[in-house]
């Protein structure tokens, strides 16, 4: 029915597009306005995220970016991207990108510099670093590295002799889980996490904000989960939206989750819930275990957090009854109260009660594609690393810790040489890491710091030198191979030319490699062969993955689930699920875990509760034009009671102050909710940025990262304890403000 | 034909995706709107409700923007959609002000604008833009009067309300709760 | 405490935090059709009643200003609209439903008819006028054969353009304040209150001022029949309603609307107009300068405060 000019315009615009929608995949992912000519669309896995959907990238008709769907076979995102991978292109078009490689020209961190060539941007990194190579050796580098470029910097790094190579995403994330997960049962989660979230029958968060954290297999699969009648049991001080969704919600007080985790055992043991051949065939411990939470009473938990002891019980035993398809889920961001690794423990322990892992509706065995490396000669040995800095601590991390490699670039008597050059490559570090004095005295002993992004952040204006990186939607990345319940692969290509001077970070580490006598180790001219080489030797080509972006594999080692009695092998010491830790015994750590009070706030100082908004990823999209127009700065959250005894209203702006007099460089609204308990406040991480060269993301909001300054260092790991700082509030700017 | 949307607030997580999907369909310009998502909490501490919903215009069967339209701008298309002619449209804001829902905006271009169920998507075959991109599928589309349409199905089976029934302007986007 | 936010960050200034999409052009708008309706009515009827004679400026001069009043209110009424260049689609279709189209349409016909009107009489006012055309002037002598037809066309259209004034806002249901019949009569009430207390200032003759002074002194009786009316129908009626008569009972608008439109617009001018006709020497021209502030201010607050009040849910 035709009811306007308008409207027969728009029909007779849609007919020629329903003809080019025959292909079934164009017409089941909305392809409405298929271009004419050119590729229609072109495969990608997103960048906003460490979740990485597949996606494709369309175009209309004048070969402008036009939008980014999902991949209809990506089990990361079903065809469905979250907020930030549609509003993707606003990283695109953001006119506030860095657009040509820079030099320092005045003192480091005043942020002036020189607009240079890129030869002239390699030729300075790559004498510095034969001179350090030269005078101290290549272990004085480091790469902190989140995203894709990491592989190609990687790659440098090693070639060049260093394995300083680290992430924040560990030792500032999910380290401790990690830890504990492979104390328990020999196998960490890694990511995404293999939660059987889609078939569970209950569901358990600690502190664990789905659905705010958009992480996206996982919030589809909560819904899921919700649609088939799913119990979810939510333990947070803040109401959060998971909370809202779930049937129990138990309002904990803060940094007491160990002592309800105990007593939850304690009920699961001693109400015997527990899945008792899955515990007597799979692991070791369970008497140490039992004897060690006796005295682990829900009365006893109850003068700790504040839950009911009924509720402790009801709730344990709603967990036992849908075992095994109950997910006490491990979370993600887990570094709390530096005691962190013992909690996960616990969550494992309990997991391993309730015959959960490896187990439908629990957590299912994750398989990932192999993706070939191109062969290349061997890497230096480095003789040296970070942990030298540490005196023997934190053996037990996996991975390096961020914050550890910026102690070992602080000078220190542990290492005959410290940490003289970084490469930092797509991570905010100053608001990423703990401790803003720490990681700025760090890089001021640093003889070369190379900055390699898309946006102007604020380490950034550290940099010697910033090497302006092409955002994902121009640019060739590393194949994709992502655990899932079935292997896949994904590819991303450039939908359009490099914006500006922008470069790929594959191009950059390949030009800084030829310049330092390192060409061996890139040994192709473009990514596109190194791409179709591994492709190749997987059963496909670069030409098929440009046309069908995600492929799935079948899978080749274990089933997805135990099957039901058949013994299976862990990878722990004693080839067991070790309730009880050998691995933590013989390193001198709590082989049980056990509950330690945590400081709470003095009077007028509420605990610093911090997390996500499912339109932002980090500091990352605080300037991404489309993503600001739907959350342009963060609040801090306060109960309507202390709001009342400051007097606030809601929307007026504030200062924050922590326990060590560190004043917020902005202000904050205020934004007065029942949302959040009384001893603390809550803010998304993220805001507050201080570059003035983002101009829709300065001084909007204020940094939950500055007013981080008291750390808790897990003795397990290294992993950094953010969440025992505690801050006040003032209504008037006091000097004193940290400065960045 | 007549169609409609329901939104299950025990699923939505307010994450704005809806919002995201329908500026980039529809070319919306930065800074409107022509969906947006609200979140009602109610209670005391801890004692508390919280509801999410991704809001946008009803498509009421007695619309009273275009009851209000002096030019027709404002209009029925098939299956109840009510749109808007651009190149009718004087901007004179009765219909803004006329809707209890607030769903209507001044496009920057001068006419007024607002959700249109993607009927260039709906004529296509797919459902709105907003309801492909969920994350949490909490939106469900389709044909009131088909049985067998998603949210036929959907409001069969699920307690649900609409936003202000009692202004009379029988609105056709449902919210599960 | 119930929290209601908008999460996906729409902060539309026409609509957040609450409606603002109409501003100063409208309530004038409506004041200068009310106070154009009020005098055509009133030159029509004393035309019709056979009382030239008596009501002189009210047949002759005062409406000399309608085509003024009318024609500015029409252009604020398009400055009102933000997609100007359409203007004409309102005169492509009828919509009986719309109050902003037969409002258009009535303003279509009372336009030329005060324009009618005033050239009709222009030369009486000033006797050394002359139309550049002589055709003008011809068809002005025509017009003035059919007065009475005229007359009839104005006293009808005043009325429905008195009426309309008040429509356009109660037809919206969307905003509580506004949704009451009474808003028709009230503006009518009004606009003749305000066109009588025109036609008084302009007056040099007492006995006219006198006739309109008790005109006018039944028309805010009336008018403070309606507005207590109003609120007791608010009062007495939905919860909305009640939150949106609560803003005149205690709330934001009460202190404005009862000082300035009620005892300053309608007491104050009203006890004058008793004193006046008691013969106390009062300046004549206070009471109604005061009637017409209370007129403008009165459309300026129930357009702003309308916005104001909305459905909660």
New interface residues.
């Given amino acids: 029915m035709v009811n306007s000019r308008r409207d027969f315009i728009k029909v007779s615009a849609i007919g020629t597009a329903g003809i080019m929608a025959i292909d079934p995949i164009t017409k089941a992912i909305g392809n409405t306005f298929a271009a004419k000519k050119g590729p229609v669309r072109t495969p990608t896995y997103c960048e906003i995220c460490f979740w990485k959907c597949a996606g494709w990238v369309y175009k209309d008709d004048e070969g402008n970016l036009n939008r980014i769907v999902g991949h209809e076979d990506d089990p990361s995102c079903n065809g469905r991207l979250c907020p930030r991978g549609s509003g993707g292109l606003g990283m695109y078009n953001d006119e506030d990108r860095l657009k040509f490689p820079m030099m320092r020209v005045g003192e480091r961190g005043k942020q002036t510099f020189k607009r240079v060539s890129w030869d002239e941007a390699f030729t300075y990194i790559a004498d510095k670093l034969e001179t350090l190579k030269k005078e101290h050796g290549p272990e004085c580098a480091a790469l902190f590295t989140h995203g894709s470029g990491g592989d190609y910097f990687g790659r440098l790094i090693k070639a060049y002799g260093s394995n300083n190579i680290t992430a924040p995403s560990y030792a500032q994330c999910r380290g401790p889980r990690e830890v504990a997960f492979i104390a328990t049962f020999g196998q960490g989660l890694d990511s995404p996490e293999p939660t059987d979230i889609r078939d569970c029958k209950c569901l358990v968060l600690i502190g664990s904000h789905i659905g705010e954290n958009m992480h996206n297999g996982q919030v589809q699969e909560m819904s899921d989960a919700i649609d088939k009648g799913a119990t979810i049991i939510t333990v947070d001080p803040r109401f959060s939206t998971a909370a809202s969704k779930s049937k129990y919600w138990l309002p904990i007080k803060p940094a007491t989750d160990m002592a309800l985790l105990l007593a939850w055992i304690h009920v699961i043991i001693n109400e015997e819930l527990y899945d008792k051949k899955y515990v007597e065939q799979y692991t070791t411990g369970f008497d140490q275990l039992k004897a060690h939470v006796a005295a682990n009473t829900p009365e006893w938990a109850y003068g700790i957090t504040t839950i009911e002891p009924n509720v402790i019980r009801e709730t344990a035993r709603t967990m036992a009854k849908e075992a095994p398809a109950t997910i006490v889920h491990p979370g993600r961001h887990v570094t709390w109260y530096g005691d962190d690794t013992q909690r996960l423990r616990a969550v494992a322990i309990l997991n391993a009660l309730l015959g959960s892992w490896g187990r439908r509706g629990g957590f299912y065995n994750p398989e990932k594609a192999k993706v070939p490396a191109i062969p290349t000669p061997e890497y230096p040995h480095p003789t040296r690393t970070w942990r030298d800095a540490m005196g023997g601590k934190y053996e037990l991390a996996d991975l390096a810790l961020a914050n550890g490699v910026c102690t070992a670039t602080i000078p220190n008597a542990q290492m005959d040489c410290h940490i003289r050059a970084w490469i930092v490559n797509g991570t905010n570090l100053i608001e990423t890491l703990p401790e803003r004095h720490k990681t700025i005295e760090a890089i001021q002993n640093l003889d070369l710091m190379v900055v390699v992004d898309t946006m102007p952040m604020e380490i950034t204006g550290w940099a010697d030198i910033i090497l302006p990186e092409c955002t994902y939607l121009e640019r060739y990345d590393s194949i994709r191979a992502s655990q899932y319940r079935e292997p896949t692969i994904a590819l991303r290509m450039p939908a359009v030319q490099p914006k500006y001077e922008t470069k790929p970070a594959w191009w950059m580490a390949k030009q800084l490699a030829d310049k330092m006598g390192l060409g061996a180790y890139f040994p192709y001219k473009t990514h596109e062969e190194e791409l179709d080489w591994q492709l190749k030797q997987m059963g496909t080509s670069l030409e098929e993955m440009q046309r069908v972006g995600l492929k799935k594999f079948e899978r080749h080692y274990d089933d997805l689930y135990f099957k039901e009695g058949e013994p299976q092998e862990f990878l722990t010491d004693s080839g067991k699920i070790e309730l009880y830790s050998n691995t933590f015994a013989s390193a001198g750590f709590d082989p049980l875990p056990v509950y330690t009070a945590h400081p709470q706030p003095e009077d007028g100082f509420y605990r610093l509760n911090y997390g996500r908004a499912p339109m932002h990823t980090f500091t990352r999209t605080a300037n991404n034009p489309v993503l600001t127009d739907i959350m342009d700065e963060n609040t801090v959250w306060v109960n309507p009671k202390v709001a009342k005894l400051w007097g606030f209203a809601n929307g007026q702006k504030v200062w924050l102050k922590n326990q060590d007099g560190v004043v917020s460089s902005f202000p904050i609204a205020v934004r007065i909710t029942e949302r959040i308990r009384w001893d603390s406040v809550f803010m998304v991480h993220g805001f507050g940025h201080a570059n003035k060269l983002l101009t829709r993301a300065y001084g909007r909001g204020a940094s939950d990262s500055e007013m981080i300054t008291h750390v808790d260092i897990d003795p397990i790991m290294g992993g950094t304890g953010m969440r025992g700082n505690f801050v006040t509030f003032l209504t008037e700017k006091a000097e004193g403000g940290a400065k960045v | 034909m007549r169609y409609a949307m329901a939104i299950d607030t025990?699923?939505c997580?307010?994450?704005?995706?809806c919002?995201?999907?329908c500026?980039?369909?529809n070319n919306v310009p930065?800074?409107?709107?022509r969906?947006?998502?609200?979140?009602?909490?109610?209670?005391?501490?801890?004692e508390?409700?919280?509801?999410?919903r991704s809001e946008r215009c009803n498509h009421c069967e007695n619309s009273?923007c275009v009851?209000?339209?002096?030019?027709?701008?404002s209009?029925y298309?098939?299956g109840g959609i009510v749109?808007v002619?651009?190149?009718?449209?004087?901007?004179?804001?009765?219909c803004?002000?006329?809707?209890?829902y607030?769903a209507?905006?001044?496009h920057p271009?001068?006419?007024?604008d607002k959700c249109t169920f993607c009927?260039?998507?709906l004529?296509?075959?797919?459902?709105p833009?907003c309801v492909?991109?969920?994350?949490?599928?909490?939106m469900y589309f389709g044909d009131l009067e088909d049985p067998n349409s998603d949210v036929s199905k959907v409001l069969k089976t699920r307690k649900h309300k609409t936003?202000?029934p009692?202004?009379?302007t029988k609105p056709h986007l449902y919210f599960l709760i | 405490m119930r929290e209601e936010i908008i999460v996906s960050g729409r902060m539309n200034e026409l609509i957040d935090p609450h409606l603002q999409v109409w501003n100063w052009e409208i309530p004038a708008y409506l004041f200068l059709g009310g106070l154009a309706a009020g005098i055509l009515f009133f030159a029509g009827l004393m035309t019709l009643q056979g009382k030239e004679k008596e009501f002189e400026t009210t047949i002759k001069r005062a409406p000399l200003f309608t085509p003024l009043m009318l024609g500015i209110g029409l252009l604020f009424l398009f400055l009102d609209l933000k997609h100007k260049l359409y203007f004409w689609q309102l005169y492509t279709t009828i919509k009986l439903e719309s109050p902003m189209s037969w409002g258009a349409w009535t303003l279509l016909i009372i336009m030329p008819v005060s324009v009618a009107w005033a050239g009709m009489y222009i030369k009486t006012i000033f006797s050394n006028f002359k139309w550049p055309y002589p055709n003008i002037a011809e068809a002005f002598e025509w017009i003035s054969k059919q007065k009475t037809i005229l007359a009839w066309i104005m006293v009808i259209t005043s009325v429905i353009l008195g009426i309309y004034t008040g429509i356009l806002l109660s037809a919206f249901n969307a905003r509580p304040l506004w949704n009451t019949s009474i808003l028709g009569p009230l503006f009518l009430t009004s606009g003749l209150s305000t066109g009588a207390a025109f036609i008084m200032i302009l007056s040099k003759d007492e006995h006219e001022r006198h006739a309109l002074a008790r005109i006018d002194l039944l028309l805010i009786a009336i008018e403070l029949f309606l507005i207590i009316h109003m609120f007791m129908g608010f009062r007495a009626s939905t919860q909305v309603q009640i939150e949106a008569a609560n803003m005149f009972l205690g709330g934001t608008y009460t202190a404005i609307f009862w000082t300035f439109v009620v005892v300053l617009g309608l007491v104050l001018p009203a006890a004058l107009e008793i004193m006046s006709l008691k013969k106390l020497k009062v300046p004549y021209y206070i009471a109604p300068a005061l009637v017409l502030m209370g007129g403008l201010i009165l459309r300026f607050i129930m357009v702003y405060a309308g916005q104001m009040s909305r459905w909660l849910y």
């Fill in positions: 025990k699923k997580v307010g994450c704005s995706d919002v995201v999907a500026q980039a369909e930065i800074g409107f709107c969906d947006w998502v609200v979140e009602v909490t109610d209670g005391t501490y801890p508390l409700e919280l509801e999410n009273p009851r209000c339209c002096p030019t027709g701008a209009h298309a098939e749109l002619t651009e190149d009718k449209c004087i901007g004179c804001s009765a803004i002000t006329s809707c209890p607030d209507r905006y001044v271009k001068g006419y007024v009927v260039q998507r004529k296509n075959g797919l459902k833009a492909s991109v969920c994350p949490t599928k909490c936003l202000i009692e202004a009379g």
